[in-house]
């Protein structure tokens, strides 16, 4: 494990640092997906498992949005259950259906029966792919890489599936709380080494995301969640390489968010981005927050939507320009490569009348 | 039209005018539904429409819950898409797929053809099962009668269904503004219309459901749909019947909730009920907050949790029992029966120790 410069050169990760940059640095979540031609002439051939497990299909995915859009950071291609395969649950993405998890968790006994996870050798293919990338990203756009935070994989492996009320895992954690501990505590390990074999690899940040947390209270949060994402959080924090934490849906969290730990603060567009620097500091990095349906709309309104974000941020550092969720399927490529280069002409004037 | 007693006898109305109460009224949203195994056997001969158009099963399902639970409030049965069948929204309930409509908005011309709605005869059902109701409900249940809010009701007709991130409907709402406004201004006319008719046949209450609101940031909540609903809220309170103003996920959106209007402010779980009272201000009533999901665990658990929530709301006037959402399919009915019984012993303890 390796520290970052102590002044690194990308936009990105100054922004993350909280450093003064030339102009605002973008990257999108979900930058690869369907919306792209390209990426879905590579889905014509490969299932999304097929894609991970051949490094060179996965890189050359991440790097599709790079060379279309510009933009300023790339993110490994995976998906967040990447990790709960080897820990033995029997997943299969089902067409047009979502994940579909066939063993989900009931009980103790499952959670017993889930395997300790060697990311290095179990997911050696995703760190294959980073080391990949590594030789190909130019210098000035680091990899991000990623995992699921506890509670949205925790969701996942207890509901077996997408869910609108999270009923089976909230009443597990709520029922049983010795089960839900154990549970978190396994997926946390796993979390842990899983991101750190990232770093190792190559990654040069990562982001962890929780994107299910917003349907807990902060009660809940607070005593269910908290201590799981704040140990990888904290744990990755020491590698020195910046960590990103995501959820949507947290305008009620987003303290206690801050306070399990982070480098950036992911926001979603529920939450005016003035209000969170305000409630969690300026000198606290943030990461958002335009809405992901923005993007359907003509060129005048997005413009106007993208700047009223960037007037939110303040022109003060430490805003790394994203949307509050991932790009939605449909959306038009050129409105998201015009907002690129907005971004960056308008954080630079911004900056200069600041 | 009528104006309430300056001092109602009945909790629910009580709580609603801030006034004291001798315990804490409870009610359940979807309090009539799948979950009781009287409703479903009625279900089992009719439909979900064959129902709300024959007021006296209509009427029964509204009095299950009332004769089996204890609550304080019955809800009037019904759908809040009830009043786009009228207006030329050709909807069907689709078995498992939840509300399809064939014909959804898709521009300026779609709304033109929207007609006016007519409630005492077009939905001259839902006033009849109302005033079959007023004859058989106790003095001290009063009966709420309902309606969708504007943003809600716009959100079906534009995406013809429920949707995950109402993609076609915020992107109308952002390119489209005139059309937006014309869709609005129709539907609040039409909920004017449709709750001054529910409160002519004897609605006690009503409460307007905003349950998709929370999908939209404060800017545009105030741009976009306060102007409607505040006229929606405004124009019903002129009556002196309270008015319930609900939505889910709306943490950053209560204080313009509030300024759009409601009696009374319902809550979902995301939001501490102390917290919410603090912002509102504790002569403002609210109706709330627990989990849905809480009605899975055991009686223990659940009984801290319903506690939990009476500490919150502090003890003080101005609360009226509920969930943060419709009660969930599969709930145990006898969980729900506890709920009231503990809701209204604690209070009064709580009141006593105040």
Same mark, same amino acid.
């Given at each position: &494990?390796?520290?970052?410069?102590?002044?690194?050169?990308?936009?990105?990760?100054?922004?993350?640092?909280?450093?003064?940059?030339?102009?605002?640095?973008?990257?999108? &979540?979900?930058?690869?997906?369907?919306?792209?031609?390209?990426?879905?002439?590579?889905?014509?051939?490969?299932?999304?498992?097929?894609?991970?497990?051949?490094?060179?299909?996965?890189?050359?995915?991440?790097?599709?949005?790079?060379?279309?859009?510009?933009?300023? #950071?790339?993110?490994?291609?995976?998906?967040?259950?990447?990790?709960?395969?080897?820990?033995?649950?029997?997943?299969?993405?089902?067409?047009?259906?979502?994940?579909?998890?066939?063993?989900?968790?009931?009980?103790?006994?499952?959670?017993?029966? $889930?395997?300790?996870?060697?990311?290095?050798?179990? $997911?050696?293919?995703?760190?294959?792919?980073?080391?990949?990338?590594?030789?190909?990203?130019? #210098?000035?756009?680091?990899?991000?890489?990623?995992?699921?935070?506890?509670?949205?994989?925790?969701?996942? &492996?207890?509901?077996?599936?997408?869910?609108?009320?999270?009923?089976?895992?909230?009443? $597990? &954690?709520?029922?049983?709380?010795?089960?839900?501990?154990?549970?978190?505590?396994?997926?946390?390990?796993?979390?842990?080494?899983?991101?750190?074999?990232?770093?190792?690899?190559?990654?040069?940040?990562?982001?962890?995301?929780?994107?299910?947390?917003?349907?807990?209270?902060?009660?809940?949060?607070?005593?269910?969640?908290?201590?799981?994402?704040?140990?990888?959080?904290?744990?990755?924090?020491?590698?020195?390489?910046?960590?990103?934490?995501?959820?949507?849906?947290?305008?009620?969290? $987003?303290?206690?968010?801050?306070?399990?730990?982070?480098?950036?603060?992911?926001?979603?567009?529920?939450?005016?981005?003035?209000?969170?620097?305000?409630?969690?500091?300026?000198?606290?990095?943030?990461?958002?927050?335009?809405?992901?349906?923005?993007?359907?709309?003509?060129?005048?309104?997005?413009?106007?939507?993208?700047?009223?974000?960037?007037? %939110?941020?303040?022109?003060?550092?430490?805003?790394?320009?994203?949307?509050?969720?991932?790009?939605?399927?449909?959306?038009?490529?050129?409105?998201? %490569?015009?907002?690129?280069?907005?971004?960056?002409?308008?954080?630079?004037?911004? %900056?200069?009348?600041?």
């Amino acid at each position: &494990m390796t520290s970052t410069n102590p002044e690194p050169a990308s936009r990105f990760l100054r922004a993350c640092a909280g450093l003064p940059v030339d102009a605002t640095p973008v990257w999108f &979540m979900r930058q690869a997906g369907r919306y792209m031609p390209e990426y879905r002439r590579i889905r014509e051939k490969f299932s999304l498992l097929e894609i991970v497990e051949r490094p060179e299909i996965a890189a050359e995915v991440t790097l599709q949005p790079v060379q279309a859009l510009g933009v300023d #950071a790339a993110i490994l291609f995976a998906d967040i259950l990447l990790p709960i395969i080897p820990m033995g649950l029997k997943l299969e993405f089902a067409k047009g259906e979502g994940p579909l998890i066939h063993n989900p968790i009931h009980g103790i006994g499952d959670v017993n029966r $889930l395997r300790r996870l060697d990311s290095r050798t179990e $997911l050696g293919h995703v760190m294959e792919t980073i080391h990949l990338l590594r030789g190909e990203l130019p #210098a000035e756009v680091p990899l991000i890489g990623f995992a699921g935070a506890p509670f949205t994989l925790a969701c996942y &492996m207890i509901e077996g599936s997408g869910s609108r009320d999270y009923r089976h895992a909230k009443s $597990l &954690m709520l029922s049983q709380p010795k089960t839900w501990q154990a549970l978190m505590e396994k997926i946390s390990e796993a979390l842990v080494d899983y991101l750190l074999a990232q770093i190792d690899a190559g990654a040069q940040a990562v982001q962890l995301f929780d994107s299910w947390v917003g349907a807990l209270s902060p009660a809940d949060y607070v005593t269910y969640v908290q201590p799981y994402s704040s140990l990888v959080l904290q744990t990755v924090a020491k590698t020195g390489v910046p960590v990103i934490h995501f959820g949507t849906g947290t305008t009620s969290l $987003l303290e206690h968010m801050q306070a399990a730990g982070g480098t950036v603060i992911g926001l979603d567009w529920r939450v005016p981005l003035d209000d969170a620097r305000r409630r969690l500091g300026w000198n606290q990095p943030v990461q958002g927050n335009l809405d992901p349906v923005d993007l359907f709309t003509p060129l005048p309104v997005l413009q106007q939507r993208v700047e009223d974000v960037l007037h %939110r941020a303040g022109g003060q550092p430490g805003h790394i320009f994203n949307l509050g969720h991932g790009i939605l399927q449909h959306t038009p490529v050129e409105n998201v %490569r015009a907002i690129v280069e907005l971004v960056h002409e308008k954080s630079a004037e911004l %900056r200069e009348s600041v």
